[in-house]
Structures are given as C-alpha cells and as structure tokens.
T-cell receptor
Framework: GQQVKQSSPSLTVQEGGISILNCDYE??????FAWYKKYPDNSPTLLIS?????DKREDGRLTVFLNKSGKHFSLHITASQPEDTAVYLC?????????????FGEGTKLTVSS | DPKIIQKPKYLVAVTGSEKILICEQY?????MYWYRQSAKKPLEFMFS???????DNQTASSRFQPQSSKKNHLDLQITALKPDDSATYFC????????????FGPGTRLLVL
C-alpha cells in the first residue's frame, strides 16, 4: 500500500489566503519529513523539511507542522501568490547508513487564483 | 552552473534494447539515489548508494543496474527495455550520515517503443 498519502489531489486558494497541504504516513520509523515543489516536466525542488525531534518549523511564508502521534504532517503557505501554483509533493524517510530512501506522496496540485 | 547533471535529457529506445542513464553531481555529496516517475504514479525510490556502496534496492527487476565508477557518479543501466519502463528517471544526492536533504537532477525522460 501507499506508505505516504496526500488525500487531496488538488486545492484552489485565493491570492493572499493560506494554503494548507496535508500528508499522512504509515511507517512510525520515519524520522525525516519534507515538502517539495514540482512544476510539470521539471525536477522536484526542496521547500522545507523537518526531523522528527521538532513539531514545527517556519521559513518565511512556509510552515511545516508534524504530528507524530497522528502520523501526519502539513505545509502551510501564508499570503499565497499565483507563483505558488505548482504540484506539492510530501516525502518521508528514515536515515540508514548515510542515505535515506524517501517515500513520496502522489502530490497535490495547488492553484492560487488572483 | 548545474550541480547535478543527467544525460541525456530525452531518450527514445526500442523494446529489448539496453540504455545507460548518466548522473554526475558536483555538490560534494556522498549519497546518491535513483528515483522514477511513471505516468500518473508517485515518484518512486529505486536505489540508494552511500560512498559508492549500495545501501537500498527497491527495484524488483535485475534489469536495472546502478554503476558507480566515481564517488560523484551514479549511472543507471537498463537492459531488455520494455514499454513499461517509460518514465522520467531522476537522480538525486545528499550529504552523508545525518543530513537527509536530497537534491534532484533535471531527469531523463525515457520512452520505450
């Protein structure tokens, strides 16, 4: 089964609003959680990540919330802009021996309308 | 300058042939990875290497063989190509132990006819 799941394939938000993207995972051994942004025909670009020892991390307009007991993490984008329109991929992994296999969700297509 | 180079960008192959996908990274990383994204599927982990040693292999088929000739190279050889192998193949790299941020290359789009 899908170990990392994004239940919403798409989300539309008005410009200036808050975009909330959600991700659920199954493996409680995961200790690294990340959000990537992807445009069509481009590679994923890391936006923000957290390790399991924190439950929140902010970086500018981006905030990641981690709920380990609920096996859930989310990305909040404040003051959403049309240029935030893209596919957002969540990923989770566990560092083993100097490398970490990342398991990705299916992606949520965010559209910010002006 | 691109920090992770993948060659070629596009590749068309016939069923049954063999191809090699090239990946070089100039980030000073010691961990390298291959991922694949097929149409309408999530990005899927294939292999991870650390210090040129295989750490994890999630690819069931032996037709896929990573090759690491240098510590900043991780090529992917695919033999007996099938149409189902059509996908975009992404190489990624990260710092070693304790640093998990993975940076992705631009990808190679493979079409098998």
């Amino acid at each position: 089964g899908q170990q990392v799941k994004q239940s919403s394939p798409s989300l539309t938000v008005q410009e200036g609003g808050i975009s909330i993207l959600n991700c659920d995972y199954e493996n409680d051994m995961f200790d690294y959680f990340a959000w990537y942004k992807k445009y069509p025909d481009n590679s994923p670009t890391l936006l923000i990540s957290v390790r399991s020892n924190v439950d929140k991390r902010e970086d500018g307009r981006l905030t990641v919330f981690l709920n380990k007991s609920g096996k859930h993490f989310s990305l909040h984008i404040t003051a959403s802009q049309p240029e935030d329109t893209a596919v957002y991929l969540c990923a989770a992994g566990r560092n083993q021996g100097g490398s970490a296999k990342l398991i990705f969700g299916e992606g949520t297509k965010l559209t910010v309308s002006s | 300058d691109p920090k992770i180079i993948q060659k070629p960008k596009y590749l068309v192959a016939v069923t049954g042939s063999e191809k090699i996908l090239i990946c070089e990274q100039y980030l000073g990383h010691n961990a390298m990875y291959w991922y694949r994204q097929s149409a309408k599927k999530p990005l899927e982990f294939m292999f991870s290497y650390s210090y040129q040693k295989l750490m994890d292999n999630q690819t069931a088929s032996s037709r896929f063989q990573p090759q690491s000739s240098k510590k900043n190279h991780l090529d992917l050889q695919i033999t007996a190509l099938k149409p189902d192998d059509s996908a975009t193949y992404f190489c990624a790299s990260s710092l070693p132990r304790g640093q998990d941020t993975q940076y992705f290359g631009p990808g190679t789009r493979l079409l098998v006819l």
